[in-house]
């Protein structure tokens, strides 16, 4: 199978684009910054200052723009002038659409002209671009093609003094490299997600756990089968029982000395979901091979803040399973008692996420001592509703979490946009007359992703005493027919304050609080 290899660099390399062809990508205010003799060397002999300097005066983005400067093999294309306040600085979107389509398939360079800020989730964008899984017999064979993304830092236009925006405008090697480890983190979620279930079930998903475990030095904990049974953990049991290949819990573990602090990741991974006896119709069941996204994006996310050298201890937990049809399938009107000891009637044998994300949520908190804990799925239908495409929902117990979870998605360009945290309000769509809920809402109008989130939060209790955060990206996890890699980004931006790499930290959300070995909460209004 043909493959490219992304290398990420902060220098420009002297190529001819005749042999490697080049791609200039930035807004149109940096890129009209440049000067000839700082990008000559990607150029020269076939494009002169001339035809650089009038080519990037020709561009007006709406939204974007490209020209060639060299046949097709050098192109300098423009980022959207407009960005509003709910958008990513960084134009990341574009960035990959641009990258996706201007990329000539061959040995190339691609530069990228941005500022500082704007450096991670440029370089995530262009991750996103080149995605791994293919199965077309056109292009099965074994070459390799290398692509460089080559950084030009200008200057920030901020408020600051001219000698403090320049003074990091370089990318050292160790920043270079958590782009690497990043990049490699959202081609793994992407092409978990776009491979079929037949090439990935719930054992080849335990063996890419298996795989990420090894290269880091961890070995997993798995829980399978009857023994999810015997265990208590009713959710993520009901919900694969009926399938040929076993449901799990699996468990990466990084401990590292000093921690202060335990967060879990807990991901959805329903490799395949049909709906269950509740059956998607034929329109709407393709594209479920899509249902492990969450479980994906925090294994790509687990591998690149490992390699940031995380600091504190940190819990990926995998709530893997195929929702299938069977005669051992779960029937509505069936009751389940999940990991927390509550009781579920299932009235909806569709909404199977919530349910495995329960005992993974509840396993986080009471085995693995986790006082921060995040889950993340492809939950709801609705999300894409409230939320839209780009931006995932976020529902949290905490106003802090929730706004620190919004900033990480800005600068990291996975987008993110709260949603309502109104347990008094919501949670009464789960009335049951027989069990302690059911697990699917009475009225479909009233707050679907906010009440799919808050079935989550009850089993971990709605008095739990650290952060909790539930991320619904439901539509951000495709994009077209290709996979985007949602989260990877996200979450080690989120949490960039717990790692070791100077950039990340720069844009991360400040943890200041959970230095001191606490997790608050924004005073609530009584």
């Known amino acids: 199978m043909a493959s490219t290899k992304l290398s990420y660099r902060g220098t420009l390399s ?13 807004q149109v205010k940096h890129l009209a910054s440049l000067k000839y003799d700082d990008v000559k060397c990607k150029l020269e002999p076939r494009v002169s200052e001339e035809v650089f300097t009038s080519a990037i005066a020709s561009l007006h983005p709406s939204p974007t723009d490209t020209c060639s400067l060299y046949l097709n093999l050098a192109t300098v294309a423009a980022l959207p002038v407009k960005c509003s306040r709910h958008n990513t600085p960084s134009r990341a979107h574009a960035v ?28 995530c964008a262009v991750a996103r671009a080149f995605p791994i899984y293919n199965r077309k017999t056109s292009q099965s064979s074994n070459t390799v093609t290398h692509v460089n993304i080559e950084f030009i830092i200008v200057p920030s236009l901020c408020s600051k003094a001219s ?15 958590s782009f690497d480890h990043a990049a490699v983190g959202i081609r793994l979620a992407a092409r978990i997600v776009d491979t079929p279930c037949n090439e990935m079930n719930v054992d080849h998903f335990l063996e890419e756990i298996k795989s990420v475990g090894a290269s880091l030095n961890i070995t997993p904990v798995i829980i399978r089968g009857e023994e999810l049974q ?13 399938a040929t290949v076993p449901p799990a819990l699996a468990v990466l573990s990084h401990t590292p000395p000093g921690a202060h602090a335990t967060v879990a990741w807990v991901g959805k991974g329903i490799v395949y979901d049909t709906g269950g006896l509740s059956i998607k119709g034929k329109t709407s069941m393709p594209g479920m091979k899509r249902d492990c996204g969450g479980a994906a ?50 009235n909806n044998t569709d909404a199977e996420g919530r349910l495995v994300l329960s005992d993974g949520v509840v396993y ?10 995040l889950d993340m799925a492809t ?77 989550i939060g009850a089993h971990l209790g709605f008095d739990f005493p650290g952060a909790w955060m539930h991320v619904d990206m439901a539509s951000p996890v495709n994009c077209g027919e290709r996979a985007t890699g949602y989260g990877v980004a996200l979450l080690t931006t989120l949490f960039g304050d717990f790692c070791k790499s100077p950039l990340i930290k720069e844009i991360a959300p400040k943890l200041d609080c959970l230095k001191q070995g606490s997790v608050t909460k924004k005073q609530r209004r009584n």
């Open 364 to 373: 986080a908190h009471r085995d693995l001592k986790a006082n921060i804990i």
């Open 379 to 455: 939950l709801t239908g609705a999300q894409g509703v409230a939320t839209g495409k780009y931006h995932a929902a976020v529902l949290s117990n905490n106003g802090d979490w929730e706004e620190n979870t919004v900033q990480a998605g800005q600068v990291s360009g996975d987008l993110v946009f709260p949603i309502p945290y109104s347990p008094e309000l919501h949670f009464s769509e789960f009335a049951s007359a027989v069990a302690d809920m059911k697990n699917s809402v009475a009225d479909r109008n009233n707050a679907q992703s906010s009440c799919a989130g808050l079935f």
């Open 297 to 346: 994006g925090i294994l790509g996310a687990f591998y690149a803040a490992v390699k940031a050298n995380f600091t504190q201890n940190l819990h990926a937990v995998f709530c893997l399973a195929e929702n299938a049809v069977g005669p051992n399938s779960t029937k509505p009107d069936d009751i389940h008692t999940l990991y927390s000891g509550c009781t579920v009637e299932i």
């Open 96 to 123: 990959t659409r641009l990258v996706r389509n201007c990329s000539v398939g061959v040995d190339e360079s691609i530069v990228v002209v941005c500022e500082r800020s704007d450096a991670y989730a440029s370089a």
């Open 14 to 26: 002297k190529t001819d684009p005749q042999q490697k062809p080049v791609l200039f990508i930035g």
């Open 163 to 177: 000698e403090d925006c320049a003074s990091n405008v370089e990318l050292s090697a160790d920043e270079l490299e």
């Open 230 to 242: 015997t265990k208590g953990m009713g959710g993520i049991y009901g919900v694969g029982k009926a």
